[in-house]
């Protein structure tokens, strides 16, 4: 159980463009979850923390009109990363906090690449 | 502000031998500490979560274990094997997980 997954799992775009990664937890609901961003050779820093049925809360730093999140449902959350530049490539982790449980389980991840 | 730091960076030890990757965080109001494995380019493998309450953890060759006044946390790998190479983060949650800088483990034949 507490399986969370990522979609896509790798994505190329061109400058400027926008790019939706979506998070799933498959066999639990989930009223928070969370996303992360890491570069190479560097440690996973929060982005965001995503509440079902409320506005993000962004870490500082993060531009909330850049990285789009949107937590529709229980088991769904959303990152958009809106007009896309070479900076944004990293890989991206959602994780899912099991209910009732001090506990968060991970996606895979999505490497996005900027070109 | 939590801030967690992991010491060493990197590691490169012959297969067999004993390690101690230590961690280390400056807020001691934690709900629980738990340590990841990362292969390159995947996502995280949680190996050992441990409670506030907890003092150590175990699983297989893993022993993980917590000294929240002191704000340190170890994870000891027993006999070690060339498949035990990869980066092991640590985090420690309160309220959002925190991550540490890492270390880099390589074991060779």
């Known amino acids: 159980g507490a399986v969370v997954s990522q979609h896509p799992s790798r994505v190329i775009c061109k400058s400027g463009t926008s790019v939706k990664i979506e998070c799933r937890s498959l066999?639990?609901?989930?009223?928070?979850m969370f996303w992360y961003r890491q570069f190479p050779k560097q440690s996973l820093m929060l982005m965001a923390t995503?509440?079902?049925?409320?506005?993000?809360?962004?870490e500082q730093g993060v531009e909330k009109d850049k990285f789009l999140i949107n937590h529709a449902s229980l088991t769904l959350s959303t990152l958009t990363v809106t007009s896309a530049h070479p900076e944004d490539s990293s890989f991206y982790i959602c994780?899912?906090?099991?209910?009732?449980?001090?506990?968060?389980?991970f996606g895979p991840g999505t490497r996005l690449t900027v070109l | 502000k939590q801030e967690v730091t992991q010491i060493p960076a990197a590691l490169s030890v012959p297969e067999g031998e004993n390690l101690v990757l230590n961690c280390s965080f400056t807020?001691?109001?934690?709900?629980?500490l738990q340590w990841f494995r990362q292969d390159p380019g995947k996502g995280l493998t949680s190996l050992l979560l441990?409670?506030?309450?907890?003092r150590e953890q175990t699983s297989g060759r893993l022993n993980a274990s917590l000294d929240k006044s002191s704000g340190r946390s170890t994870l000891y790998i027993a006999a070690s094997q060339p498949g035990d190479s990869a980066t092991y983060l640590c985090?420690?949650?309160?309220?959002?997980?925190?991550f540490g800088t890492g270390t880099r483990l390589q074991v060779f034949p």
């Open positions: 994780s899912a906090r099991f209910p009732g449980v001090n506990e968060q389980f």
């Open positions: 066999d639990f609901q989930a009223t928070t």
């Open positions: 995503s509440n079902e049925g409320s506005k993000a809360t962004y």
């Open positions: 807020d001691s109001a934690i709900y629980n």
């Open positions: 441990i409670q506030s309450s907890q």
């Open positions: 985090a420690a949650n309160t309220d959002k997980l925190i």
